[in-house]
């Protein structure tokens, strides 16, 4: 147990590190797409940037609303952060890690609490604009859940164990990606307005919300919010690098396709603009569902035939 906790808390510290690298890789990234350098002063190419970053964020003056409501406004970003850390904890480590038998019923409990900080942050910072980017929040985030846990399902079907260890073992010849492209794409997508990315970032539309519902976090609040953000980038390409791409995580090869899934979120953000919030539930409920039901019941009858035969 204690091995196990150690582990975990090594864990956790290496993924902080990855965060603040994905910052700089993003920076990076939109800077080329953007025709322009990125962060390239502080350390050999930058590579000091997220740490300068973070030290500066860190010694900001913290400021607290007047008529906000403290508790909850001061633990929303603690919270959020602590669900994108604990979600680690459901990826298959081979190394003496965690690796749960339920993996996917905790991932998908865990992605339903996501939904409460963001809640909390809104309405406890008592101001209009905080109020309206969570509710938009909210409101996409329980939309593209359904997609998520419906592509889950479809997949749980046809590996029938909720262990992740399972779904590399099924993908030893051929990758769930190339077999139900549709469903990959559909996975990108929800993954995107899960997170709150562009181009489904309703609740930081900076262009009618002034940053949406972290518009009154500063200093370390902030910082939080933000490294929930990148955490779970990084845990989403992890998920979706063991879903898809059938690979372990004691292989090399896994890290590379988490930096590439990594960079498709960044790409997108520099490539893609806002959609309008109601096409984004158009396509949740209208095109995203269909879809997503249909694979459920082909997979459905393929377990039925596949049985009786």
Not at 39 to 56: H, T, Y
Not at 117 to 145: D, F, H
């Amino acid at each position: 147990m204690l091995i196990s906790l150690a582990s975990y808390l090594i864990l956790i510290v290496c993924v902080l590190v990855g965060v603040a690298f994905i910052t700089l890789l993003e920076r990076k990234i939109l800077g080329y797409i953007q025709i322009r350098k990125g962060p390239n002063k502080v350390g050999i190419l930058g590579l000091m940037q997220p740490f300068s970053d973070a030290i500066k964020l860190f010694m900001k003056e913290q400021t607290f609303p007047k008529v906000s409501n403290f508790f909850p406004y001061y633990l929303a970003p603690v919270f959020s952060l602590f669900i994108s850390l604990i979600l680690w904890s459901v990826l298959p480590f081979e190394l003496g890690l965690l690796s749960l038998e339920m993996g996917l019923l905790f991932f998908l409990c865990c992605l339903s609490l996501g939904v409460y900080p963001l809640m909390v942050a809104g309405w406890s910072s008592n101001c209009k604009y905080s109020l309206l980017g969570s509710l938009r929040g909210v409101a996409q985030t329980i939309s593209y859940e359904v997609s998520l846990a419906l592509v889950l399902l479809s997949y749980l079907f046809l590996v029938g164990s909720f262990n992740l260890v399972k779904f590399e073992a099924f993908q030893g010849y051929l990758w769930f990606f190339w077999l139900t492209f549709p469903l990959s794409v559909v996975w990108l997508s929800s993954c995107l307005a899960e997170m709150n990315r562009t181009p489904f970032d309703f609740a930081e539309g900076e262009s009618e919300l002034v940053s949406g519902f972290n518009t009154e976090y500063s200093s370390g609040g902030f910082v939080l919010i933000f490294m929930a953000e990148y955490a779970s980038i990084l845990f989403m390409s992890g998920m979706s690098t063991v879903l898809f791409l059938g690979s372990s995580l004691g292989s090399s090869s896994f890290y590379f396709k988490l930096v590439g899934v990594a960079f498709i979120f960044i790409w997108v953000r520099g490539t893609l603009p806002r959609l309008r919030y109601d096409k984004l539930m158009y396509m949740a409920w209208k095109s995203f569902l269909p879809l997503a039901l249909n694979y459920l019941l082909f997979f459905t009858g393929v377990k039925v035939i596949l049985f009786y035969n």
